[in-house]
């Protein structure tokens, strides 16, 4: 099979791009008087995220560097969704408009919430699934996360994820990079899209938004390119979570960091990361906390580890038919 895990001998990783010059940095205001409200194209990220506590509270570190590099941007209309007292959440989306082609979002009072569990019963404790679909898919020649399914032909990569990922999640969140690719997912049910914080800054800044956004503990992140996770593996993982520590998939002696499960407490590090330059999740294996799932323990609930295959060209693609 072409098709290999990512990160592994028979993967391409795709030419070696030198991590940019870091940007000056200053400080945000000591005071906002009003923070920027959540928007289709953003997720509350601005000087306003002091605000809210949490990793945003001592900012200006990414905080300045999506200021320098957003200067020119639109922030598109807030539209909030309604609650849901059944779960707790959000209720079904509004329709989008044509000023807003992303789906709506959360009132910002709900992003920071996070919900709590009676685990005395040994209960799994609600997580949110991040997909990122943010990347160009030059080696595919179009967007994969749009492609047919190999084995379901009437549902799309995405689809076909969301409905993986929605009956095992407390919440799915789809991170694209940026306002006209998030127009292309406004067909999709039970996800919300996000779009990165700062566009063209690699798979580790899709991850912050994600988990800048998401309204839970710990969240299981996944590539769109990844058409075959089975829900086995997902409950397994979701089972295994451990506090403060990453939970990385080990296959062929390689860290599967885009099938893994992270903590809210790494965002820290995350934006330290960012600051640093880099844009691969697998640098936060240097300074995070981790425990790592070998191969033999996945195999017990993913015989042929088909979880961890992605997808970059059509080759690979037909080889996986």
């Known amino acids: 099979m072409a098709a290999h895990p990512r990160g592994t001998a028979g993967s391409h990783k795709g030419p070696h791009t ?3 010059e870091p940007l000056p940095l200053r400080d945000s205001p000591r005071h906002c008087k009003k923070p920027t409200p959540v928007g289709l194209s953003r997720v ?4 306003g995220e002091r605000h809210r ?4 509270a001592a900012w200006g570190g990414v905080g300045a560097l999506v200021a320098a590099r957003r200067a020119s941007w639109r922030v598109g209309p807030s539209i909030p969704h309604g609650r849901s007292p059944a779960r707790g959440g959000i209720s079904a989306p509004q329709k989008p408009t044509p000023e807003s082609p992303c789906r709506p979002h959360r009132p910002s009072d709900a992003i920071n919430h996070v919900p709590t ?3 005395s019963m040994n209960q799994p404790i609600p997580s949110t699934a991040i997909i990122l ?10 967007d994969k996360a749009l492609l047919p399914h190999p084995t379901h032909r009437y549902l799309t990569f995405v689809e076909h994820m969301v409905a993986t990922l929605a009956p095992l999640s407390y919440e799915v969140l789809l991170v694209v990079r940026d306002e006209v690719q998030a127009a292309h997912y406004t067909f999709l049910r039970d996800v919300r899209v996000l779009t990165d914080q700062v566009p063209n800054f690699g798979p580790l800044m899709g991850l912050y938004t994600g988990m800048k956004a998401m309204s839970t503990s710990h969240a299981l992140v996944v590539a769109v390119d990844m058409p075959f996770i089975q829900p086995s593996l997902i409950s397994f993982l979701f ?8 939970l990385v998939p080990v296959v062929q002696s390689t860290p599967q960091v885009l099938l893994a499960v992270y903590p809210r407490t790494v965002l820290p ?3 330290a990361r960012l600051q640093e330059g880099r844009r691969d999740p697998r640098s936060l294996l240097a300074v995070a906390p981790v425990r790592y799932i070998e191969e033999a323990q996945l195999r017990q609930v993913d015989p042929q580890l088909r979880s961890f295959v992605n997808v970059n060209t059509p080759e690979e693609l ?3 038919l």
Do not use: T, W
Request: hydrophobic share 30%; aromatic share 6%; charged share 25%.
């Open 53 to 56: 506590g949490g990793a945003g």
């Open 318 to 320: 037909r080889d996986v």
């Open 117 to 119: 569990v009676d685990n």
């Open 44 to 47: 509350g990220f601005c000087h």
């Open 269 to 271: 590090l995350i934006e």
């Open 239 to 246: 089972s295994q979570m451990e506090g403060d520590k990453l």
């Open 133 to 142: 679909a943010g990347g160009y898919s030059r080696r595919m020649g179009q």
């Open 18 to 20: 030198a991590p940019p």
